[in-house]
């Protein structure tokens, strides 16, 4: 009977009804894609949401001390890190920045430093050339036991993916120029180092 009455239709208004009919398909069709969209995007915003608040396994450390036994530390830790897949960076400031310069010639005084594994009076440290002595001695020390040098552990935290941002108030401060530190840092301010450590899970001062 369908067919038949589908004969019995005029031409013209068959033509309408069977536009008419896809016009309506197609924007139930948009109607559907539309709210599947809108879907979509919610999910995606609460993933995104979740994501910044989640904390990151990642090391965020300050380096704020230039001497040749206060430079080890952060690098050691943060090569470390980047050993155990864990993201790691470093901030230095103050005087944290030497560490960073092409020739840095980082110096540990014996002068009220009790520490030291040959303890020196302060008399006796103060005299001039202990200060080199000193420096002297640690570095072969370091060298006994294979560990690496400051440079040389600058250089694998880059090739690591550790990032190594220098504190530009501070550089500015001291008079350094960004030309007179090692290729491959970042230049930032304490606005750049929060933002990193607001996502770590181990922050440490040295």
Known sequence: MAADLDKDLDPKLKAYLN???DQR?????????DA?????????????EVELKTQKNRVAIIASKGTLDMAYPPLLLATGARSMGIEASIFFTLYGVNILKKKARLKVAPIANPAMPMPVPNIIGALPGM??????????????????????LLDMSRDTGVRLIACQMTLDVLGIKQKDLVEGIEFGGLATFLEYGMGAT???FV
């Open 19 to 21: 536009k008419y009919i």
């Open 25 to 33: 398909i197609v924007e139930a069709s948009r109607q559907v894609y």
């Open 36 to 48: 599947v969209n809108r879907k979509i995007k919610t999910v995606e915003n609460k993933v995104n």
């Open 131 to 152: 200060t080199s002595m000193a420096s002297m001695m640690m570095k072969g020390m370091f060298k006994k036991q294979s560990v690496p040098t400051v440079r040389e």
């Open 202 to 204: 181990v922050t440490l």
